[in-house]
């Protein structure tokens, strides 16, 4: 493996945003340019109480369309940027569960990979189940407990569009302790980490870099978007709001801020690529 590098840049309220590898998981397609490869963060889902108020607000923030997919299990709806598969809403069918958005990373060998999962420390919340003829999803955590989620593709291989405004720009994990999720997700993704000529859109940081200290581990899913400051408005006039105003970071500036029902996102006004 090659050696870790960190760079520090400004953070909110002083403090520093460490990025993770040097050379992260590019958001490659496969070679043959119908997938991607193991380890690149491949879909997004969120679990919302209710589905047709998320409909609603993401609708009118980043101009999504929305089609019923009735092939993906619990009434999912997958959203639509110009015509172009990007994220899917569902039905929290258990009002114990959170309202979250969640990142899946794609792997050919979702047994495989969930194995490796468990051997590192990790658990496994959902073991691997089919989703019609669409692929094969699995729910893990690392060893700190943030949650992920696997995608082995049949029919669906993940992202039809990804880093334009209105799509996904990257993945954050705010991790306690971050040189242990150097050591499990370098050794679990080591070749999309690591891959010749590759661009990050995945990342690590300490969750006190911009939560406070109690907050658990977790993903954080971040959305391009043109202007960060002007979306904002529109989050709050869609019922949202702010939980991390605009600070910088070595990817591009970025808000953290909720939907009208609680799931927690970011917008990211991007870096040139």
């Known amino acids: 493996m090659r050696e870790a590098r960190e760079t520090g840049v400004p953070g909110p309220a002083g403090c520093v945003r460490r990025r993770y590898f040097d050379g992260m998981a590019e958001n490659r397609a496969s ?76 792997t050919p060998d979702i047994e495989n990979l969930a194995d490796r999962i468990w051997a590192a420390g990790g658990q496994v919340v959902t073991a691997p189940v089919p989703v019609g003829e669409l692929g094969t999803s699995a729910l893990v955590t690392d060893p700190e407990g943030a949650v992920f989620g696997l995608w082995e593709p049949g029919s669906h291989p993940g992202f039809g569009a990804r880093h334009e405004p209105g799509t996904f720009a990257w993945a954050e994990l705010y991790a306690r302790d971050t040189e242990a999720a150097n050591t499990f997700y370098g050794g679990l993704f080591h070749d999309a980490l690591f891959g010749a000529g ?21 993903f954080l899913v971040h959305f391009a978007v043109e202007d960060c400051e002007s979306v904002l408005g529109t989050v709050a006039r869609l019922g949202g709001r702010v939980q991390a105003p605009p600070f910088e970071t070595s990817y591009g500036k970025v808000a953290v801020v909720t939907d009208n029902q609680g799931a927690s996102f970011a917008i990211l006004e991007p870096l040139e690529r």
Do not use: I, S
């Open 31 to 106: 070679a043959d340019g119908t997938g991607y490869g193991e380890g690149v963060p491949c879909w997004v889902d969120a679990q919302l109480p209710d589905v047709a108020a998320g409909k609603r607000f993401y609708g009118e923030l980043f101009g999504w369309t929305f089609q019923d997919r009735p092939d993906a299990n619990g009434g999912v709806v997958w959203a639509h940027h110009k015509g172009r598969p990007v994220a899917a809403l569902a039905h929290k069918t258990d009002g114990r569960m959170p309202t979250v958005w969640t990142v899946h990373f794609a």
């Open 198 to 218: 590759a661009h990050p859109d995945f990342g690590r940081a300490a969750v006190f870099d911009v939560f406070p200290a109690e907050m658990p581990p977790h």
